[in-house]
C-alpha cells in the first residue's frame, strides 16, 4: 500500500492563480480531509469528507473548495490564490479510530 | 482559542524519561491521539487511547488520561536523540467523522 499520496510535493503560485493539490489514498478508507499548518502551529482543518459525494467545512475553509467523486481521491482546489494561504498543506485518510497523514505540500504564494 | 493546549519546548537528556503534557477541553472527545513530526516530515500517528481508558502502554510510550481533569500526557522512557521532534496531541469526536482538533505542538530537545 502507498498509503497518503500528495502532489506535488512544493508549488509557488503568483497571487490570483488558482490551482489544484492533489490526494489520494489506497486504504478504502471512508474518512479523508485536509489540514493546513502554519509556522509553529498545530494543523487546522480546511474541510472534510465522510465519504464519496459528501464533503464538509472544517475550521478554516474560505478560499477552498473540494470535491470527493470516488472513495480514493480527495483533492483541493485554490480559487485565487492569497499570501494569507502560503502554508504547508497536509491531506488524511481515516479508518474508525486511525489517522493516516500524506507527506504535505509546501505552497507559497507571492 | 485553542480547544487543545501543549506545553511548547521540552528538553531532556538522552536516556532520561521525556514526559509531553496535553490539556483538552470537549469532554465528548472520543479518541484522543500523539503524532510525531520530524523536521520537514508529515504526521506520523504514534499512539492513540479510547476516552474510556486511563492508561495504554506501547513499547517505550505510555500514554495516560485523566478524563476528569481533561488531561493527557506522553512519556516517553529511555529517550533518544532520534525522540527530537515535535509532539502534537489532537482529540476526536466519532460523530465528526473522526476530524481532528490539535495543539500547537511541543517542541522535544534531546541532549547527548
Same mark, same amino acid.
Given at each position: 500500500?502507498?498509503? !497518503?499520496?500528495?502532489?506535488?510535493?512544493?508549488? !509557488?503560485?503568483?497571487?490570483?492563480?488558482?490551482? $489544484?493539490?492533489?490526494?489520494?489514498?489506497?486504504?478504502?478508507?471512508?474518512?479523508?480531509?485536509?489540514?493546513?499548518?502554519?509556522?509553529?502551529?498545530?494543523?487546522?482543518?480546511?474541510?472534510?469528507?465522510?465519504?464519496?459525494?459528501?464533503?464538509?467545512?472544517?475550521?478554516?475553509?474560505?478560499?477552498?473548495?473540494? #470535491?470527493?467523486?470516488?472513495?480514493?481521491?480527495?483533492?483541493?482546489?485554490?480559487?485565487?490564490?492569497?499570501? #494569507?494561504?502560503?502554508?504547508?498543506?497536509?491531506?488524511?485518510?481515516?479508518?474508525?479510530?486511525?489517522?493516516?497523514?500524506?507527506?504535505? $505540500?509546501?505552497?507559497?504564494?507571492? | 482559542?485553542? &480547544?487543545?493546549? =501543549?506545553?511548547?519546548?521540552?528538553?531532556?537528556?538522552?536516556? &532520561?524519561?521525556?514526559?509531553?503534557?496535553?490539556?483538552?477541553? &470537549?469532554?465528548?472527545?472520543?479518541?484522543?491521539?500523539?503524532?510525531? +513530526?520530524?523536521?520537514?516530515?508529515?504526521? =506520523?500517528?504514534?499512539?492513540?487511547?479510547?476516552?474510556?481508558? *486511563?492508561?495504554? =502502554? *506501547? +513499547?517505550?510510550?505510555?500514554?495516560?488520561? %485523566?478524563?476528569? *481533569?481533561?488531561?493527557?500526557?506522553?512519556?516517553?522512557?529511555?529517550? +533518544?536523540?532520534? &525522540?527530537?521532534?515535535?509532539?502534537?496531541?489532537?482529540?476526536?469526536?466519532? %460523530?465528526?467523522?473522526?476530524?481532528?482538533?490539535?495543539?500547537?505542538?511541543?517542541?522535544?530537545?534531546?541532549?547527548?
Amino acid at each position: 500500500n502507498a498509503g !497518503v499520496t500528495q502532489t506535488p510535493k512544493f508549488q !509557488v503560485l503568483k497571487t490570483g492563480q488558482s490551482m $489544484t493539490l492533489q490526494c489520494a489514498q489506497d486504504m478504502n478508507h471512508e474518512y479523508m480531509s485536509w489540514y493546513r499548518q502554519d509556522p509553529g502551529m498545530g494543523l487546522r482543518l480546511i474541510h472534510y469528507s465522510v465519504g464519496a459525494g459528501i464533503t464538509d467545512q472544517g475550521e478554516v475553509p474560505n478560499g477552498y473548495n473540494v #470535491s470527493r467523486s470516488t472513495t480514493e481521491d480527495f483533492p483541493l482546489r485554490l480559487l485565487s490564490a492569497a499570501p #494569507s494561504q502560503t502554508s504547508v498543506y497536509f491531506c488524511a485518510s481515516a479508518s474508525d479510530y486511525e489517522q493516516y497523514f500524506g507527506p504535505g $505540500t509546501r505552497l507559497t504564494v507571492t | 482559542g485553542e &480547544d487543545v493546549e =501543549q506545553s511548547l519546548f521540552l528538553s531532556v537528556r538522552e536516556g &532520561d524519561s521525556s514526559v509531553i503534557n496535553c490539556t483538552y477541553t &470537549d469532554s465528548s472527545s472520543t479518541y484522543l491521539y500523539w503524532y510525531k +513530526q520530524e523536521p520537514g516530515a508529515g504526521l =506520523q500517528l504514534l499512539t492513540y487511547i479510547f476516552s474510556n481508558m *486511563d492508561m495504554k =502502554q *506501547d +513499547q517505550r510510550l505510555t500514554v495516560l488520561l %485523566n478524563k476528569k *481533569d481533561k488531561h493527557l500526557s506522553l512519556r516517553i522512557a529511555d529517550t +533518544q536523540t532520534g &525522540d527530537s521532534a515535535i509532539y502534537f496531541c489532537a482529540e476526536s469526536l466519532h %460523530n465528526a467523522g473522526n476530524m481532528l482538533t490539535f495543539g500547537g505542538g511541543t517542541r522535544l530537545m534531546v541532549k547527548p
